[in-house]
């Protein structure tokens, strides 16, 4: 069973600053677009490791809340306290997903989901992504709508940043569907010394001996 976007819980919800964002995408960026954007790549480089916790809201207006950590290159865990077990683990090759409720398993290729540009070695949002919208608040928080350029159609990521100083505070993951799955940070503070054992998930269903 292929394992969807919503499935992985990956959105991050707009906060209430940024959730009128303008209909319409901006053909071209301009000079004042560029500087926005030189500035969220150049913090998401900076991000190597971290932690916090968040609260997400589905597609179907569920919320799920709990703690996330991050380190740069391809590895991220988010650990739900609310659903309690649930987890969603990248590795650096694949993202899994465990549900103890149901006792189900999922995992896909970390390059097939939005995480794979967020968790790269090197963050370029001038390469491979297409960015469709820069927003600006007079607050100075600001959101970008960015797009897979290889593939368009699968979607779009919003990714908004506040505060002084400014940290990422959400993102917005809109499917090609329509569905939208949001998670707002509602902490995010650096980390060092991670376990590696955050970022490693086997398949707790299988049996010894099963193939």
């Known amino acids: ?94 993202v899994k997903r465990y549900d103890p409720r149901l006792n189900v398993f999922r995992q896909v290729p970390l390059g097939a989901t ?16 297409r960015i469709d919208r820069v927003t600006r608040m007079q607050s100075g928080a600001f959101a970008l709508t960015v797009r897979d350029s290889s593939r368009p159609n699968d979607g779009s990521v919003i990714l908004a940043f506040a505060g002084n100083p400014m940290r990422l505070q959400e993102w ?10 949001r998670t707002q940070l509602t902490s995010l503070t650096p980390a060092s010394g991670l376990s590696a054992s955050l970022f490693r998930l086997t398949d707790p269903t299988r049996r010894p001996g099963r193939n």
């Open 1 to 94: 069973m292929t394992l969807s976007r919503r499935d992985l819980g990956f959105g991050l919800a707009a906060i209430a600053s940024l959730a009128a964002l303008p209909a319409a995408a901006q053909s071209g960026l301009s000079a004042e677009d560029r500087a926005t954007l030189a500035t969220a790549q150049t913090y998401l480089q900076n991000l190597t490791s971290a932690q916090g916790t968040f609260t997400e809201t589905g597609a179907g207006g569920q919320r799920r809340s709990g703690r996330f950590w991050l380190q740069r290159p391809g590895r991220m865990r988010f650990e739900y306290t609310d659903p309690a077990g649930l987890l969603v683990v990248s590795d650096g090759s694949n």
């Open 172 to 181: 917005t993951i809109t499917e090609a569907s329509g569905a939208r799955t």
């Open 114 to 129: 939005p995480l794979s540009t967020f968790l790269a070695r090197n963050v370029r949002l001038d390469q491979g992504v």
